[in-house]
């Protein structure tokens, strides 16, 4: 009982990661920038989701996954694209905008957590061979498991992904070959935000929204890319479960020592394959 | 009426950071015509190449495709102008198949005066492509990637090709093939700057010659006038 409600925690907390991360991945692998405002959005997700609860829960996820899509195309052509290959000032600079966007959301939504509730449909459990699920965090497995499915038909299937894929390989030749590059890291940066903002609406009901969410997010979408691999969508999928696991089952076990269980496999992971299990030297 | 060239250069200098690489290079493509931009190692062909194809930021002077000046464009707009390139070492997108390195590069619907090509006339004219059509780029041999080169850079439509090494590291009959693959594209109206150390393939394709050395052009010519005066040409390569 005790490691089946564990399991089920440690995916419903991987799918939430998945959503945050592999925006994240893509963005570090197609731009080489790595946005460490991403947390923020997700947070900024969440908080834009508890407001529009009055119009129903489907319609407070797609607000915030559209919101923060808006707000990331807005970053990307503002902000991002000046920063091009200075490495120092897109760490400034993204890590001000998250200062930022927490500073904004507490001006708004005030320091107090905020809860949201599950949409009515998902707040029961469902019993599967004797063991109790909350219907919730199954239907949060699912979506990201959707996701998956639908980015990796994306990204593998479509010319747009060809074309994202392309300008990972080699950004130079994908633009000599006519391949708009910079509409392409616009779009990238537009998904990434859409998916974070998604995740932080979804993460809402059972994290519940709070300041500080964001800097505690942020670090496990790193976790997470570095595990995985920059740019890799399996790697972000396995990485994500990875960290959902141990995060969970860390704290359940050995709450003392969550944190060094959870940087444990990244410091193996980086002695031994630095590219991260799914990723590729970068050129 | 000459027509005006596919391609030309006047007073272009080209900067890799500090260093000044090329200098006041001036050079005309004919219309339907290859010409060879011989120079040793180090003479600054490649930059000549990458300077066309707006990969080098620091450029200055005046590069035109027909009348439409292409000197201030972006890689982008270049190739949309009609200049693909086939670059050193073939640098195919390796994660992709080879027909989705073709069609990333599609351009189904060109201006006047640039030809589309499907991805079917691709493998008409290399059906080694068509076989291996479902494998990463990155597994293909020297001679298919440069072929797939070849026919990435056909997707895009031009009108000029810019090919920059093309039978380096190959087998000789695959050279002779490439070769057969140039004379065909010239026949069906393309102009083709071709940056070779391979001189008598060069010399062989070639309608003009253009030599550079450290970054200036020192000699320019009728191919067939410089393949009766190889003598002047060795010395200029420094082949003795």
């Keep these: 009982m005790f490691w089946i409600n564990g399991l089920l925690n440690s995916l419903a907390f991987g799918a939430i990661l ?23 959005i997700f947070m900024l997700g969440g908080y834009i989701a508890t407001s529009m609860i009055g119009f129903g829960f489907l319609a ?68 599967v061979a004797g063991v109790v699920f909350p219907a919730y965090r199954l239907a949060l497995i699912a979506i990201a498991a959707i996701a998956l499915a639908a980015i990796w038909l994306l990204v593998e299937r479509t010319t747009l992904g060809a074309r994202i894929r392309a300008a990972v390989d080699d950004r130079e030749m994908a633009r000599a070959m006519g391949i708009p590059v910079s509409r392409l890291f616009t779009t990238v940066f537009c998904l990434g935000a859409g998916l974070a903002g998604m995740g932080g609406a979804l993460a809402a009901p059972v994290m519940s929204v709070y300041p500080g969410l964001d800097a505690e997010m942020l670090p496990l979408a790193l976790l997470v890319v570095i595990l995985g691999g920059i740019g890799s969508l399996s790697g972000a999928f396995v990485g994500s479960l990875l960290i959902g696991l141990i995060y969970t089952f860390g704290q359940m076990l050995l709450p003392d020592l969550a944190y060094v269980i959870l940087f444990l496999p990244m410091v193996v992971v980086l002695a031994a394959r630095p590219q991260g299990l799914f990723g590729r030297h970068m050129a | 009426m000459p027509s005006e060239p596919a391609l030309s250069l006047s007073g272009v200098n080209a900067f890799y950071g500090d260093s000044h690489i090329l200098h006041d290079i001036c050079l005309e493509l004919p219309q339907g015509e290859i010409l060879a ?60 198949s080879v027909e989705e390195n073709l069609t990333v590069a599609r351009r189904a619907a060109p201006p006047a005066g640039q030809r589309p090509w499907t991805i079917a006339q691709i ?21 298919e990637q440069q072929m797939l080169a070849i026919g990435r850079a056909l997707m895009t ?25 140039v004379r065909n594209l010239r026949a069906a109206g393309l102009s083709v700057i071709l940056v070779e150390q391979h001189m008598a393939f060069a010399l062989g394709l070639a309608d003009q010659v253009v030599v550079i050395n450290t970054g200036r052009v020192v000699e320019r010519g ?6 009766a005066d190889m003598s002047r040409l060795e010395e200029q390569l420094g082949i003795h």
């Excluded at chain 2, 620091?58 to 972006?74: C, E, H, N, T, Y």
């Excluded at chain 2, 439509?157 to 050279?175: H, K, N, W």
């Excluded at chain 2, 009728?222 to 393949?227: E, H």
């Design chain 2, 37 to 96: 931009l011989l120079g040793r190692n180090g003479a600054g062909k490649t930059t000549c190449m990458n300077a066309i194809a707006g990969l080098l930021p620091r450029r200055s002077g005046r590069i035109a495709v027909g009348r439409q000046d292409i000197s201030a464009l972006s890689p982008e707009a270049i190739c949309r102008a009609g200049v693909a390139l086939v670059p050193q070492g073939r640098r195919m997108f390796r994660s992709l």
């Design chain 1, 60 to 127: 407070a996820v797609l607000a915030a996954a559209l919101a923060c899509a808006a707000f990331g195309g807005l970053v990307e052509r503002s902000l991002i694209r000046r920063l091009a290959g200075r490495e120092l000032a897109q760490v400034l600079g993204t890590l001000g905008l998250a200062f930022i966007i927490a500073d904004q959301c507490l001006l708004v939504w005030s320091g107090d957590p905020i809860a949201q509730p599950a949409p009515a449909l998902l707040r029961g459990t469902v019993e």
């Design chain 2, 123 to 143: 493998y008409d004219l290399f059906p080694r492509l068509q076989e291996r059509r479902a494998n990463l780029a990155g597994q293909l041999s020297g001679g």
């Design chain 1, 18 to 40: 998945f959503l945050l991360a592999v925006g994240f991945s893509l963005i570090f692998g197609l731009m080489r920038v790595a946005n460490l405002a991403h947390g923020a």
């Design chain 2, 222 to 227: 009728a191919a067939s006038a410089l393949r």
């Design chain 2, 157 to 181: 439509a031009p009108r000029v090709l810019l090919m920059d090494e093309p039978t380096e590291g190959l087998a000789p009959q695959i050279v002779a093939e490439v070769g057969a693959i």
